[in-house]
């Protein structure tokens, strides 16, 4: 039986036993993973994770229920354990229905590649041994300390009760790799880096292990800054966290209905500076969240966000696109088979500038650079704190020295009016963000 | 019975090889503003294979549990582990254990299998109304119980036979409020490895209510200052110490790869004040086994005792490289999930002070409160997050103001704790090292110096 035979299976079970509506999502997830750790390959996994997630709808009460078993038994059991959770729950007058039928785009070019759909145990193992020994080649001073490359073959296929019905595959391949440098007894703090994408031909084994090896060589021998309040050049992963994050809460349409957002009323106002244009882009050819519809089944499309810093719009699902009486713009999300639909984005795209980095940072007179950031940032409310790791002091345009405890503070919705710059090189980052790097001003930068 | 087929199984191993079965059973309920939000229940099942040959591991899953899906996971296992051999530096060796078989289950007193849903349906409708009801500012809450319910049966070719069932019941309440053009969240959170009783000792209303309180406060509130400053953690805090900046690095495997704890067994490392443990066997304790995934029994493993340093934290494996009994540390987060080295419940031992007297002898710090996020690096640097900040002046508490991410070096933040208080909580984590895995964190107040995060 294919994946849509299983979930039309479902829904009409759950019409059969009395449900005013039903859906079911099933995923078959297939992936490979090889495992680092202290220098050496510590396991491979070949792993299935198959199953079925069930949501029902009776007299506005909600029943969702999932099981990693795909046969009409579990099915059913599945189906019934739905069923009798609605019946305990209570009725939500906000409820109006589950997506209705829509003509869905072509899959988004370059989603599924038959060479890593097709890579088995060896390939993997290669990809991971490629920067691995990248890294080692790269400097005597450099210890690789952990890492994992995993390539992931995904099927899903959505139906519900009103006709709704959407099968796709896809693949993807990530890896990363933790390094460090020794030298005269002191290491430096742990250097992280990564890579995303959906085809074998666009991911690079060698430049992870580069990467990785040159931001620990560059955090030997660390000094500390005095407190100052300046520019801070943020590369695209520390971007995405301090900046992007808040911004996909800020637009998320859930948080805006519930007064969670302080964007809640604000389209067409000013929120960031002119420099700073987002859209959402479900259709992004090789994107990495992209797909021809979301995980309730509503086409996948491209969405303004903010442009020139003027806000646009939000993102919704199909609940909150009915209860504000729009359009769903295709932004539900699920992790898996095992959970309900949230909103989330697909491709969350920053807009490039045209300088290159060490352009921006040639235009620094006094800042610093932070490539990794260990922290915390409050979605809300935008405030941001955590240690500026594999961070280095500019002075006069120039790279002077690595940093050592020193953290950075500040607020992401006031960072975002005070972008100075926005780089040219973008690149998807592990929060599914495509994200250049981005230069603020008036952060604080903290030392003893 | 699921047992017996994997007992079959295992005959046709080859080199030693593991079986594992895992089940897990989730429900959960949350309501967001007063609207059921998730109502889920689900099953989640499947065997993984791990073999030894030649001192090179293979691992296999699958949530197929035919036979013949089980003695193909066995062979893949085997194959996976003979075909990276020649690339592997290391040859594996395990440390011995006694082929244990034996049987446990999480003390309960009120089993959940044996309850209703509807119930829980109730309490957590009620929790949200009275959080949302604490004052006219809360414009946002979210409310959510689970309960996870595992079996876990652990087979070698060694003859090792471990059944076990383990329960947790947790939940957890966040909280938006709003004051002009203000916003704060709070967060909140209860639980154990126990059954529903636990909801009688730790209510759910409780924790909103610290939430909702929170929240409140600190809507009006400014950032907390930057700087190095005294500080005192909240007990309910002092276990994302014990677990980032010290846990972490007495993990064997970051051992190996040479932490800041490496050269230091039997060297001091904190003031005298600090005994650290890491304990699978505490009753109630969010990371509490009988046995770990390798089917080593789980032990109380004194890190650092009255500030000098003792053990590391040990899989089979590591414990033969390092020449030492495994203290039983091996978890796998599921069947996916081959074990690696993992904290259990981290804590740091109670001291005599009162909260009173920790504040006592400070002149300008903070009293911290309520955590998020931490990391911890290699080198002892370690972060993570806090929610509130009560000024102290003069040895008194003052105004509260919005937490931020402290941080420090583990070696020196321990040589400064010189007073801890009498108030030991025990609390639930989740930890994040290649694969998620559900810790205990503990410890009573205690008093510090650390890098605030904050405003200039």
Redesign the interface.
């Known amino acids: 039986m294919s994946l849509t035979d299983y979930t039309r299976l479902a829904v009409k079970y759950c019409e059969k036993a009395g449900a005013d509506e039903a859906e079911a999502f099933a995923q078959n997830q297939q992936t490979i993973e090889v495992v680092l750790e202290r220098a050496e390959i510590q396991s491979e996994r070949v792993k299935t994770q198959r199953g079925i997630g069930i949501r029902i709808i009776k007299d506005k009460k909600l029943g969702f229920a999932f099981s990693s078993t795909l046969s009409k038994s579990s099915i059913e059991e599945a189906c019934r354990n739905a069923q009798n959770l609605a019946n305990v729950s209570i009725p939500n007058p906000d409820w109006v229905s589950l997506p209705t039928l829509a003509k869905l785009p072509k899959p988004p070019n370059g989603i599924y590649d038959e060479q890593t759909a097709g890579m088995g145990g060896d390939k993997v193992l290669e990809l991971a041994m490629r920067s691995y020994d990248e890294a080692k080649a790269y400097d005597k001073r450099v210890d690789i300390d952990d890492g994992k490359f995993s390539a992931f073959l995904t099927k899903v296929a959505i139906s519900n009760s009103h006709g709704v019905e959407a099968e796709e595959k896809s693949t993807l391949l990530q890896g990363y790799l933790i390094c460090m440098a020794k030298e005269h007894g002191e290491a430096s703090s742990m250097a992280f880096e990564y890579d995303v994408t959906r085809r074998v031909k666009d991911f690079s084994s060698e430049r992870i292990g580069r990467v990785a090896a040159e931001k620990a060589l560059a955090s030997l021998k660390p000094k500390v800054v005095e407190t100052f309040i300046g520019k801070v050049i943020l590369d695209s992963d520390s971007a995405a966290t301090i900046l992007t994050y808040p911004i996909m809460n800020g637009v998320n349409a859930d948080n805006v209905q519930r007064g969670r957002s302080l964007w809640a009323g604000k389209i067409g106002e000013k929120v960031a500076s002119q420099k700073l244009t987002v859209v959402d882009d479900g259709l992004l050819p090789n994107g990495i969240g992209s797909s021809s519809f979301d995980s309730e089944g509503v086409p996948h499309q491209k969405t303004p966000v903010i442009t020139r810093g003027k806000l646009e719009g939000y993102l919704h699902n199909a609940y909150t696109a009915n209860k504000d009486k729009k359009k769903s713009t295709g932004n539900a999300y699920r992790d898996g088979y095992y959970m309900l639909p949230i909103i989330y984005t697909s491709n969350l795209i920053v807009e490039a500038g045209k300088k290159k980095l060490e352009n921006i940072i040639s235009e620094v007179d006094k800042g610093i650079i932070v490539r990794r950031f260990s922290g915390n940032v409050r979605p809300e409310s935008g405030e941001f704190s955590g240690i500026a790791k594999q961070a280095s002091y500019i002075e006069k345009g120039e790279i002077k020295y690595p940093l050592k405890e020193t953290m950075i503070s500040g607020n992401a919705f006031q960072a975002l009016k005070n972008i100075v710059e926005i780089g040219s090189e973008t690149r998807p980052t592990l929060l599914k963000a495509y994200v250049p790097p981005i230069i603020v001003d008036k952060i604080n930068i903290v030392s003893k | 019975m699921i047992i017996n087929l994997l007992k079959q199984c295992l005959k046709k191993s080859h080199g030693y090889s593991e079986l594992r079965y895992h089940k897990r059973d989730?429900f959960t309920v949350s309501v967001?503003?007063g609207?059921?939000?998730?109502?889920?229940?689900?099953?989640?099942?499947?065997a993984c294979a791990r073999t030894l040959m030649d001192g090179s591991?293979?691992?296999?899953?699958?949530?197929l549990l035919e036979k013949d899906k089980i003695e193909e996971i066995l062979e893949?296992a085997a194959s996976?582990a003979e075909?990276?051999r020649p690339?592997?530096?290391?040859a594996i060796k395990l440390a011995s254990v006694k082929p244990y078989v034996d049987k446990y289950e999480t003390p309960m007193k009120i089993d959940p299998r044996k309850t209703?849903?509807?119930e829980l349906?109730r309490l957590v409708?009620d929790v949200d109304k009275n959080v949302r009801g604490f004052s006219q500012n809360i414009?946002?809450d979210t409310v959510t119980f689970n309960i996870l319910d595992d079996e876990l049966t652990f087979l070698s070719s060694e003859g090792a036979e471990i059944s076990q069932r383990i329960v947790r019941c947790f939940g957890n309440v966040m909280v938006?409020a709003?004051e002009r053009?203000?916003?704060?969240?709070a967060y909140e959170s209860m639980g154990a490895q126990s059954g529903l009783e636990v909801l009688k000792g730790t209510p759910l209303s409780n924790v909103g209510k610290t939430a909702a309180e929170r929240a409140n406060k600190l809507v009006s509130a400014e950032?907390a200052p930057?700087?190095?400053f005294p500080v005192i953690l909240e007990n309910r805090i002092v276990g994302l110490l014990a677990h980032e900046a010290v846990g972490h690095c007495a993990e064997a495997?970051?051992v190996?790869?040479?932490s800041f704890l490496a050269d230091k067994i039997g060297k001091e490392v904190a003031t005298k004040k600090v005994t650290l443990v890491d304990d699978g066997l505490c009753p109630d304790g969010f990371g509490t086994m009988k046995y770990d995934d390798e089917g080593v029994p789980t032990q109380k493993t004194v890190i650092i005792e009255k500030g000098i340093c003792r053990s590391f934290l040990h899989s089979r494996e590591t414990a033969r490289h390092f020449g030492v009994s495994p203290t039983g540390n091996a978890r796998a987060w599921n069947f996916?999930?081959?074990p690696?080295i993992r904290m259990r419940n981290t804590y740091i031992e109670a001291g005599n002070y009162s909260l009173e007297e920790l504040a006592e002898d400070i002149k300008e710090g903070f009293f911290l409160k309520g955590g998020?996020?931490g990391?911890a690096?290699?080198?002892g640097?370690f972060?993570?997050?806090t929610q509130e900040a009560i000024r102290i002046k003069n040895g008194k508490f003052a105004e509260s103001l919005?937490g931020?991410?402290i941080?420090g070096?583990a070696f020196e933040v321990l040589k400064n704790v010189d007073a801890i208080g009498k108030d030991f909580v025990m609390r639930l984590g989740m930890c994040g090292k290649?694969q998620i895995n559900y810790v205990g964190m503990g410890g009573a107040s205690l008093r510090t110096k650390l890098?605030?995060?904050?405003?200039?």
Do not use: C, P
């Not at chain 2, 690339?87 to 290391?90: A, E, F, L, P």
């Open positions: 989730t967001k503003d609207k059921i939000d998730i109502l889920n229940r689900g099953t989640v099942e499947g591991w293979g691992f296999s899953s699958t949530t893949n996976l075909a990276s690339k592997k530096k290391r209703s849903r509807e349906v409708i414009v946002s938006i709003r053009g203000n916003i704060a969240s950032v930057a700087g190095l495997d970051l190996y790869g040479g996916e999930f081959d690696i998020l996020g990391q690096d290699f080198n640097e972060m993570f997050g919005r931020v991410t941080s070096n290649e890098l605030m995060g904050g405003a200039k």
